[in-house]
């Protein structure tokens, strides 16, 4: 028989977790977790959601950002330099071998093809992970610049579609008044949200004005590893 959950320590869990991410610990409802467990909604993958708006605020911190970029652009430059000299470099069969001490036996040994490979990989990564930060640069975000909604909203939507695998649209109830699952995830995390009024209304303009950018989104705040699962699961 399977346990029941507890949702109040599980609401503290996640709070907890939300108040990591600092800028935006104060949205969700009192009882988001609870909530949104009624309504369907694996709450074992909030972590991404978390680690998604942790990495936006990190983002807005030009320092931190700037370590991160110069890292980042080390990496490829580092990894395409070693690929060309590996090129050249002497070889037994396409092998290198690490040996003991008295060259009696071979310890470990690299591939050097596979190597190669996995530099390129490296790369071309870190070069994702720069295009990433130009990204995030150009958007111009920053707490005080009334990106705050545009910031957690697109968070919202890119974990609902990438995380959570859901249909990205607002519905009608039949008297022009929009509905749906995704209308009621954001208007739970965007309980204590100041400013303007959170309004279904308010949230289908957002998500209709917005679609086209989701994936962009997506790719720059999200685990590489979710966005390229959900591609592959829609045969991308």
């Given at each position: 028989?399977?346990?029941?959950?507890?949702?109040?320590?599980?609401?503290?869990?996640?709070?907890?977790?939300?108040?990591?991410?600092?800028?935006c610990?104060?949205?969700?409802?009192?009882?988001?977790?609870?909530?949104?467990?009624?309504?369907?909604?694996?709450?074992?993958?909030?972590?991404?959601?978390?680690?998604c708006?942790?990495?936006?605020?990190?983002?807005?911190?030009?320092?931190?950002?700037?370590?991160?970029?110069?890292?980042?652009?080390?990496?490829?430059?580092?990894?395409?330099?070693?690929?060309?000299?590996?090129?050249?470099?002497?070889?037994?069969?396409?092998?290198?071998?690490?040996?003991?001490?008295?060259?009696?036996?071979?310890?470990?040994?690299?591939?050097?093809?596979?190597?190669?490979?996995?530099?390129?990989?490296?790369?071309?990564?870190?070069?994702?992970?720069?295009?990433?930060?130009?990204?995030?640069?150009?958007?111009g975000?920053?707490?005080?610049?009334?990106?705050?909604?545009?910031?957690?909203w697109?968070?919202?939507?890119?974990?609902?579609?990438?995380?959570l695998?859901?249909?990205?649209?607002?519905?009608?109830?039949?008297?022009?008044?929009?509905?749906?699952?995704?209308?009621?995830?954001?208007?739970?995390?965007?309980?204590?949200?100041?400013?303007?009024?959170?309004?279904?209304?308010?949230?289908?303009?957002?998500?209709?004005?917005?679609?086209?950018?989701?994936?962009?989104?997506?790719?720059?705040?999200?685990?590489?590893?979710?966005?390229?699962?959900?591609?592959?699961?829609?045969?991308?």
């Open positions: 028989m399977q346990a029941s959950i507890n949702y109040a320590d599980e609401q503290s869990r996640f709070s907890d977790k939300m108040n990591e991410a600092r800028w610990a104060a949205f969700p409802a009192p009882d988001a977790v609870e909530t949104l467990a009624s309504r369907g909604v694996d709450i074992n993958q909030l972590t991404i959601l978390v680690d708006l942790a990495r936006v605020g990190r983002s807005w911190d030009f320092r931190e950002s700037r370590e991160e970029s110069d890292s980042e652009s080390s990496i490829a430059a580092r990894a395409r330099e070693l690929v060309e000299l590996l090129r050249n470099a002497d070889h037994d069969n396409g092998w290198r071998h690490a040996w003991d001490a008295e060259y009696e036996k071979i310890e470990n040994s690299v591939e050097l093809d596979q190597l190669s490979d996995d530099l390129e990989t490296l790369a071309r990564n870190a070069e994702q992970r720069l295009e990433q930060f130009q990204f995030a640069k150009t958007i975000l920053h707490p005080q610049s009334g990106k705050v909604r545009y910031f957690y697109m968070s919202l939507i890119a974990f609902w579609k990438f995380a695998g859901r249909e990205v649209k607002a519905s009608d109830n039949g008297r022009n008044r929009p509905s749906g699952p995704l209308v009621a995830f954001i208007e739970t995390m965007s309980f204590g949200m100041t400013g303007g009024a959170v309004t279904p209304g308010a949230i289908r303009k957002f998500i209709e004005r917005h679609r086209d950018e989701i994936d962009k989104f997506a790719r720059a705040f999200l685990p590489s590893l979710v966005v390229r699962l959900h591609y592959l699961a829609n045969g991308r």
